[in-house]
C-alpha cells in the first residue's frame, strides 16, 4: 500500500555529515508517522528519529540526539534524516518506516511499512 525508498548513504569519515531521504508513495503522506531505524553489523534494528504529522513532534534516541535532525517535505511526500558529526558507532544499515497510529513512536513493532534500506559506514 506504502511504498519506501530510501536513499544517500555511503562513505564518510568520523565528523563527517550525511543528509538521508525516503520518498513515500502510494499513501497519504501527511497523515503518516516517518521513522529511521537502523540496524548495524551483527546487533538488533534500534529506533533512531521519528516525526509525525505536526510538524514539531519529533523524537530522537538518545545516541543520536543533538547530531541528527529529522524533517519532511510534505509536497514531496519526502522525509529526511540530516546527520552531522558522524562516528563510527553510526556505521549501519539506515531504513525508512512509516505508520499510521500517532504513538510508539520508538516501537519498531508499530511501524508498518518499510524500505529497503540505504547503508551508512563511519570510518575512524
Known amino acids: 500500500q506504502v511504498l519506501l525508498a530510501e536513499s544517500g548513504g555511503g562513505l564518510v569519515q568520523a565528523g563527517g555529515s550525511l543528509r538521508l531521504s525516503c520518498v513515500a508513495s502510494?499513501?497519504?503522506?501527511?497523515?503518516?508517522?516517518m521513522g529511521w531505524f537502523r540496524q548495524a553489523p551483527g546487533k538488533e534494528r534500534e529506533f533512531v528519529a521519528a516525526i509525525s504529522w505536526i510538524p514539531d513532534n519529533t523524537y530522537y534516541a538518545d545516541p543520536v540526539k543533538g547530531r541528527f535532525t529529522i524533517s519532511k517535505d510534505n509536497a514531496k511526500n519526502t522525509v529526511y534524516l540530516q546527520m552531522n558529526r558522524l562516528k563510527p558507532e553510526d556505521t549501519a544499515v539506515y531504513y525508512c518506516?512509516?505508520?499510521?497510529?500517532?504513538?510508539?513512536?520508538?516501537?519498531?513493532?508499530?511501524?508498518?511499512?518499510w524500505g529497503q534500506g540505504t547503508k551508512v559506514t563511519v570510518s575512524s
Open positions: 502510494g499513501g497519504t503522506f501527511s497523515s503518516l508517522t
Open positions: 518506516a512509516a505508520k499510521r497510529r500517532e504513538s510508539h513512536y520508538t516501537i519498531l513493532t508499530y511501524y508498518e511499512y
